[in-house]
């Protein structure tokens, strides 16, 4: 089944014209990294599935419904995400959001309360539940973002830049959790980063966005010095070894 399909996509931000004509397909239980330079619209791509970005209709199916249609099935960490209250304890930062709540603490029953519990078990988490956030690092900040995007049983999780401030042992860690949940539940996850190499093992296909264009496949073949001079607009070198990756530019 098709969790991700684009048809055709045009996605605009005003007058400026951000990706151009994008047909993609992804599947059910599928890791996809989403790489591009700076400004390219890996964050613009990732709010047009999620319905945030408004695009012309049917342009884009989440398993099989329009982004609004699908978004109770998405799960979503943006990018620097302000974490409402630092004073706000683990449990009631997963709180906040299990209605869709923007503010305050919302009244729970006794399912939700259910709930978060056992997103923070997912997550293994649970000795974070009356922890403040003011006294975690951001790696268990992390896991805690991780377990508010699981509410609601999604099929897809969308994660913009989420290792930005990790060092690379909580990278590591992060990672194996989100493989682990992905195998149990056979979540679609779409993860955009800088640097490919820590989901070198992990991901199933990667997504290169660049000059307008994405280009969606396996590493091998999207990662190519061709493919990215293609969508940067000038020439770069890709350098692979069996678990690494070097982009640069040959200039
Ligand atoms: N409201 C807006 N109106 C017009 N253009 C915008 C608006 N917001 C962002 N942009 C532009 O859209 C382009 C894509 O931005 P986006 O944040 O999606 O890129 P990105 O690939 O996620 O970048 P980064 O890697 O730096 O996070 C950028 O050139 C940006 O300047």
């Given amino acids: 089944m098709n969790v991700i399909e684009c048809q055709n996509l045009d996605i605009r931000l ?17 890791f996809v990294g989403i790489f591009g330079p700076n400004g390219s619209g890996k964050t613009t791509f990732m709010k047009a599935l999620l319905g945030i970005i408004p695009c012309s209709e049917n342009k884009i199916k989440i398993l099989g419904k329009t982004p609004v249609k699908a978004r109770k099935q998405i799960g979503y960490i943006p990018q620097y995400r302000e974490m409402e209250s630092f004073r706000l304890k683990g449990k009631d ?25 056992n997103v923070l078990d997912q997550v293994h988490a649970r000795d974070l539940a009356f922890t403040p956030l003011s006294e975690m690092s951001g790696g268990q900040r992390q896991r805690l973002l991780l377990a508010q995007a699981l509410l609601g049983n999604p099929k897809l999780i969308i994660m913009d830049e989420p290792f930005s401030n990790l060092d690379p042992k909580w990278v590591k860690l992060i990672l194996s959790l989100i493989k682990e949940l992905q195998a149990q539940r056979k979540l679609t996850i779409l993860l955009s980063t ?16 660049g000059n307008q264009q994405a280009v969606l496949g396996d590493v091998d073949r999207v990662m ?3 493919v990215l001079s293609g969508l940067y607009g000038f020439p770069i070198e890709v350098v692979k070894t069996d678990q690494h990756l070097f982009v640069t530019t040959s200039c």
């Fill in 194 to 209: 800088h640097d490919l190499n820590p989901l070198m093992k992990i991901m199933d296909q990667v997504i290169c966005i």
């Fill in 93 to 117: 930062f997963i709180a906040t959001s299990i209605h869709g709540h923007k503010l305050g603490l919302p009244f729970l029953t006794k399912k939700d309360l259910y709930q978060i519990d």
């Fill in 14 to 30: 005003g007058t400026h014209l951000i990706l151009s004509r994008l047909n993609l397909q992804i599947q059910e239980n599928q």
């Fill in 224 to 226: 190519t010095s061709e």
